[in-house]
């Protein structure tokens, strides 16, 4: 995409998670950068201790869906409960759960934004 002045625009958006901002872009966007830069691309890696705020911090599917599933026992919900107190179906958070599927972000963040009221 062309932006205003003849260079090339980067498509991107800003995701919160947990109060810190993130900027949004595409893997391959980002390894062109970093390749131009010549700045080696590390992936961070969350410990398997962290607490449930740090759900969002890694999308491994396998990983996602165990902590999902772990922060929504002990906050005590079912599925269901928490899928209505996210505004997400059911079956979407059943998916996730079974890691037949890794949410958007938008749903990712409903789903944290309904856990963090039931702390």
Not at 9 to 33: K, M
Not at 36 to 51: C, K
């Amino acid at each position: 995409m062309r932006g205003m002045s003849g260079r090339r625009a980067l498509d991107w958006q800003i995701v919160e998670l947990d109060g810190v901002r993130y900027a949004v872009i595409r893997e391959s966007t980002l390894q062109g950068l970093c390749r131009r830069a010549r700045v080696a691309l590390r992936p961070a890696r969350v410990a398997s201790g962290d607490a449930p705020q740090a759900l969002g911090a890694e999308l491994d599917s396998d990983r996602l869906a165990a902590r999902l599933r772990e922060w929504r026992t002990r906050c005590r919900l079912t599925q269901s409960a928490l899928a209505r107190l996210a505004g997400v179906r059911v079956e979407t958070l059943n998916r996730i759960e079974r890691r037949k599927t890794t949410p958007d972000v938008a749903t990712l963040r409903k789903l944290i934004g309904a856990l963090r009221k039931r702390e």
